[in-house]
């Protein structure tokens, strides 16, 4: 069975500064791979996605990921963080249902906290 | 184009009672979820279904229900409503089995 670890659950950076989540999945193929963000009281929005080819994959609002199969990771990324960033990012990796469809596994999150 | 929509945005249960959330999808697609979120977790899936007529279970499908009588709606049943299942429930749709998946606002629910 799949599943996704996210060692961090809360991370606090200063405006204007780098940003890294950590993302580490386990999964016996190759995965498909999605960020996620929420922001308080809404529902997720897609940041990015891996699903094959380069394994830079760029993605809304500046961020980035990159698939590092040796390493079982895809970390999320942004060089310049802004205060509206601050909200809670869910990994997930899909592995395909009985039938059709797309299951995704989620992390259990990271709430990223921007200081001004 | 309103994506995925989701009715109650709260509600308040007591233990036994039963309920249905709403949801409503406008883009045509074919694979629908239903997702709770529990506190300091990820979602967790409850039930999908790969189109009109066909559902299947989740991880955690225990004490609900549901249906697929139309592309655009798939609602989730709760019979005898338990204070385990208070959480948020969110609804999510994909036009391809891979594909992105596109959530709802989601309904918070409270079992007392």
């Known amino acids: 069975a799949q599943s996704v670890t996210q060692p961090d659950i809360h991370i606090t950076v200063s405006e204007g500064a780098s940003l890294e989540l950590r993302c580490n999945y386990s999964y016996g193929a190759t995965p498909y791979l999605f960020w996620y963000v929420q922001s308080p009281g809404q529902g997720l929005q897609l940041l990015l996605k891996y699903f094959s080819g380069d394994t830079l994959v760029q993605g809304i609002k500046g961020f980035e990921a990159e698939f590092k199969r040796s390493q079982s990771s895809f970390n999320l990324r942004k060089p310049s963080v802004h205060w509206s960033d601050a909200a809670e990012y869910f990994c997930a990796v899909g592995a395909e249902l009985t039938g059709g469809g797309n299951k995704l596994t989620f992390g259990t999150g990271t709430q990223l906290k921007v200081e001004l | 184009n309103a994506g995925v929509t989701q009715t109650p945005k709260f509600r308040i249960l007591k233990i036994g009672q039963s309920m249905t959330l709403q949801c409503t999808q406008d883009?045509?697609?074919?694979?629908m979820y239903w997702y709770r979120q529990d506190p300091g977790m990820g979602l967790k899936l409850i039930y999908y279904?790969?189109?009109?007529?066909?559902?299947d279970k989740g991880e955690v499908p225990n004490g609900y229900n549901v249906s697929r009588s139309t592309t655009e709606d798939f609602p989730l049943r709760l019979e005898l409503a338990a204070p385990s299942q208070t959480s948020v429930y969110f609804c999510?749709?994909?036009?391809?089995?891979?594909?992105?998946?596109?959530f709802g606002p989601g309904t918070r629910l409270t079992v007392t």
């Open positions: 999510a749709s994909s036009e391809a089995g891979a594909g992105e998946q596109y």
């Open positions: 279904s790969v189109g009109a007529g066909i559902t």
């Open positions: 883009m045509n697609h074919n694979y």
